[in-house]
């Protein structure tokens, strides 16, 4: 199945693994971050996304931009019919953070201008529930019916930073039952945790940590160490055929080393509960 066997060939000879270990359980979880606007390879690379999920059977959630939804619709109409689940990515990308002051932490935490990111918050939970309300409608005419979505992604997870009550009440309030903004706390490792009435799943990492397969590798055994999901964020604009074949590398990788279970994030709570 690898498309650079001497890569899983390393790797594997690196973590020690061998035919005769018994493997370690792991929940692997993906989730995708489809925000096409001024990143038309996001689209492009959808197919390439698509077929890969399919080879492996892995049913996966796709946050999707209020305005991929409307610009795009047969995309979004595809990722549905194929059996994956959708939530919300606000529409055109914006922060949902409410003060100045936020909005310079996160400026100074991604080095860009505290005005910048002022001037793309919403600055206010009713501006923030607005934004909520049209995503739904733009995925929901996309796909050409009442679908139920209840799931939501900050951009850029400013949350992880920025975390109030205030945030995951408006999202209660917009009937959103899962959200996924936040970054896995290995001090305290938990598979999903409740706030006001919302169940967080943490993500442990991006595709972007691909490029350095150990680490990578690293936060998965951490994951499995832990009993909780190794939870890989995407970007369809980052996976080209290159970094696509290097992701599926990668996952074959964690297959020979562990007893791997691919899960849906809004199975997550279930599985977990029950084990």
Same mark, same amino acid.
């Given at each position: 199945?690898?498309?650079?066997?001497? !890569?899983?060939?390393? =790797?594997?000879?690196?973590?020690?693994?061998?035919?005769?270990?018994?493997?370690?359980?792991?929940?692997?979880?993906?989730?995708?971050?489809?925000?096409? =606007?001024?990143?038309?390879?996001?689209?492009?690379?959808?197919?390439?996304?698509?077929?890969?999920?399919?080879?492996?059977? $892995?049913?996966?959630?796709?946050?999707?931009?209020?305005?991929?939804?409307?610009?795009?619709?047969?995309?979004?109409?595809?990722?549905?019919?194929?059996?994956?689940?959708?939530?919300?990515?606000?529409?055109?990308?914006?922060?949902? !953070?409410?003060?100045?002051?936020?909005a310079a932490l996160i400026g100074g935490i991604y080095n860009r201008s505290a005005?910048?990111?002022?001037?793309? %918050?919403?600055?206010?939970?009713?501006?923030?529930?607005?934004?909520?309300?049209?995503?739904?409608?733009?995925?929901?005419?996309?796909?050409?019916?009442?679908?139920?979505?209840?799931?939501?992604?900050?951009?850029?997870?400013?949350?992880?930073?920025?975390?109030?009550?205030?945030?995951?009440?408006?999202?209660?309030?917009?009937?959103?039952?899962?959200?996924? %903004?936040?970054?896995?706390?290995?001090?305290?490792?938990?598979?999903?945790?409740?706030?006001?009435?919302?169940?967080?799943?943490?993500?442990?990492?991006?595709?972007?940590?691909?490029?350095?397969?150990?680490?990578?590798?690293?936060?998965?055994?951490?994951?499995?160490?832990?009993?909780?999901?190794?939870?890989?964020?995407?970007?369809?604009?980052?996976?080209?055929?290159?970094?696509?074949?290097?992701?599926?590398?990668?996952?074959?990788?964690?297959?020979?080393?562990?007893?791997?279970?691919?899960?849906? =994030?809004?199975?997550?709570?279930?599985?977990?509960?029950? $084990?």
């Amino acid at each position: 199945m690898s498309r650079a066997p001497l !890569i899983l060939f390393l =790797l594997i000879i690196i973590t020690g693994c061998t035919a005769s270990e018994s493997k370690k359980p792991l929940v692997v979880v993906l989730s995708v971050d489809y925000e096409d =606007l001024s990143l038309p390879k996001g689209g492009e690379n959808l197919e390439g996304i698509l077929a890969m999920l399919d080879r492996r059977n $892995i049913s996966s959630t796709f946050f999707i931009l209020g305005a991929t939804a409307e610009r795009y619709p047969e995309n979004v109409k595809r990722i549905y019919k194929k059996g994956h689940s959708l939530g919300l990515h606000t529409y055109y990308h914006n922060f949902p !953070i409410f003060s100045r002051k936020d909005a310079a932490l996160i400026g100074g935490i991604y080095n860009r201008s505290a005005e910048v990111e002022w001037e793309r %918050s919403f600055k206010s939970p009713d501006a923030f529930k607005a934004d909520i309300e049209a995503s739904r409608r733009a995925v929901q005419l996309a796909l050409g019916r009442e679908a139920e979505i209840k799931m939501f992604r900050a951009p850029s997870i400013v949350v992880n930073w920025v975390n109030n009550e205030v945030y995951y009440d408006a999202l209660l309030e917009e009937a959103i039952k899962l959200d996924s %903004s936040t970054y896995q706390n290995f001090t305290n490792p938990r598979a999903y945790y409740i706030e006001r009435g919302v169940v967080v799943v943490p993500i442990v990492a991006f595709e972007s940590r691909l490029d350095n397969y150990r680490k990578s590798l690293a936060l998965a055994n951490k994951s499995a160490r832990a009993k909780v999901p190794f939870h890989l964020a995407l970007h369809p604009q980052n996976l080209g055929p290159q970094e696509l074949a290097e992701l599926e590398d990668f996952l074959d990788v964690l297959e020979a080393r562990h007893e791997v279970i691919y899960l849906p =994030l809004e199975d997550v709570q279930s599985y977990y509960s029950t $084990i």
